[in-house]
């Protein structure tokens, strides 16, 4: 596996790995990887001829006060695990080489970017559509992947996607589950054992309410009170939304029979973790 650092080694690289027309997979991370990474690893792999990986803590996606400071950083353990799989190219450049002094230029999904996260992360998904269109200008992938889990993003991104004419195919992965139903995620590591019994709640709430929906409920306001309940069973537990929205636009519904996304955000001690499950139309 190659490691790049600079913009234009990574399309140095990548214009080599293009050769004889072969299709560029790009994975983007911020690293701490885990499973779920993985598993967008080996869906580009299954589907493409070049598997691109990027490790990049973007700050302009964390909100005032957040955890970018100390967000998980293990880059050796991560380029192990990637060599793993059979990256050919990891890019993971600083912030200088993404954020050059001097630059002005933002990416906003407008609309979008105001519902879910962007409520509560005021420029998450403003900092998340700038540096991914930074990514797709620099690798020009074929295909990019993405997980479920982060479903609010990957609606601005498809917005993006269409808006801006990117020549790509971007291809959502399905949330990756620790055995106990917890949705993985690098900010799992924040909890202390407490803690992750205590976030279990949240894929319970989200089981419960497509156990509803699967026995004939569809107004969303019961489904939520549903939830709410289960929720409620854990009073440490912080949340920030639970949502039943339209998947494309994130706007809500005022019931499930066309087809949802429910979405839920919460802070469990120090983690702010997010889980979904999509509801198909009746």
Same mark, same amino acid.
């Given at each position: 596996?190659?490691?790049?650092?600079?913009?234009?080694?990574?399309?140095?690289?990548?214009?080599?790995?293009?050769?004889?027309?072969?299709?560029?997979?790009?994975?983007?991370?911020?690293?701490?990887?885990?499973?779920?990474?993985?598993?967008?690893?080996?869906?580009?792999?299954?589907?493409?001829?070049?598997?691109?990986?990027?490790?990049?803590?973007?700050?302009?996606?964390?909100?005032?006060?957040? %955890?970018? #400071?100390?967000?998980?950083?293990?880059? +050796? =353990?991560?380029? $192990?695990? /990637?060599?793993?799989?059979?990256? @050919? *190219?990891?890019?993971?450049?600083?912030?200088?080489?993404?954020?050059?002094?001097?630059?002005?230029?933002?990416?906003?999904?407008?609309?979008?970017?105001?519902?879910?996260?962007?409520?509560?992360?005021?420029?998450?998904?403003?900092?998340?559509?700038?540096?991914?269109?930074?990514?797709?200008?620099?690798?020009?992938? %074929?295909? #990019?992947?993405?997980?479920?889990?982060? +479903? =609010?993003?990957? $609606?601005? /991104?498809?917005?993006?996607?269409? @808006? *801006?004419?990117?020549?790509?195919?971007?291809?959502?992965?399905?949330?990756?589950?620790?055995?106990?139903?917890?949705?993985?995620?690098?900010?799992?590591?924040?909890?202390?054992?407490?803690?992750?019994?205590?976030?279990?709640?949240?894929?319970?709430?989200?089981?419960?309410?497509?156990?509803?929906?699967?026995?004939?409920?569809?107004?969303?306001?019961?489904?939520?009170d549903a939830g709410l309940a289960i929720l409620a069973d854990e009073p440490e537990i912080r949340l920030d939304y639970l949502r039943i929205v339209d998947p494309d636009t994130?706007?809500?519904?005022?019931?499930?029979?066309?087809?949802?996304?429910?979405?839920?955000?919460?802070?469990?001690?120090?983690?702010?973790?997010?889980?979904?499950?999509?509801?198909?139309?009746?």
């Amino acid at each position: 596996m190659l490691i790049v650092k600079t913009i234009t080694e990574a399309r140095g690289a990548i214009s080599a790995l293009r050769a004889n027309r072969r299709s560029i997979g790009l994975v983007p991370t911020m690293g701490a990887l885990h499973q779920g990474h993985l598993s967008l690893v080996r869906a580009a792999k299954a589907s493409c001829d070049v598997v691109v990986a990027t490790i990049f803590v973007n700050p302009t996606q964390f909100a005032p006060g957040e %955890d970018f #400071a100390k967000y998980p950083r293990t880059f +050796a =353990a991560d380029t $192990a695990l /990637l060599e793993a799989e059979g990256v @050919d *190219l990891l890019f993971a450049p600083d912030v200088a080489e993404m954020y050059p002094p001097g630059a002005m230029t933002a990416v906003e999904v407008e609309g979008i970017s105001d519902r879910l996260d962007g409520v509560s992360r005021p420029g998450h998904f403003r900092g998340v559509a700038t540096v991914v269109a930074k990514l797709f200008h620099i690798v020009d992938p %074929d295909k #990019a992947f993405f997980g479920q889990k982060d +479903a =609010a993003q990957v $609606a601005m /991104l498809r917005c993006m996607v269409h @808006d *801006l004419n990117f020549n790509l195919e971007l291809v959502v992965c399905p949330t990756v589950r620790e055995p106990d139903g917890l949705a993985m995620s690098s900010r799992n590591r924040y909890l202390s054992p407490e803690e992750r019994q205590q976030a279990l709640a949240l894929s319970r709430a989200l089981r419960h309410i497509e156990a509803r929906v699967a026995a004939g409920a569809v107004d969303s306001t019961a489904l939520i009170d549903a939830g709410l309940a289960i929720l409620a069973d854990e009073p440490e537990i912080r949340l920030d939304y639970l949502r039943i929205v339209d998947p494309d636009t994130l706007e809500d519904l005022p019931d499930v029979s066309a087809g949802a996304l429910v979405a839920i955000a919460a802070f469990v001690g120090p983690a702010r973790l997010i889980d979904n499950v999509v509801i198909a139309a009746r």
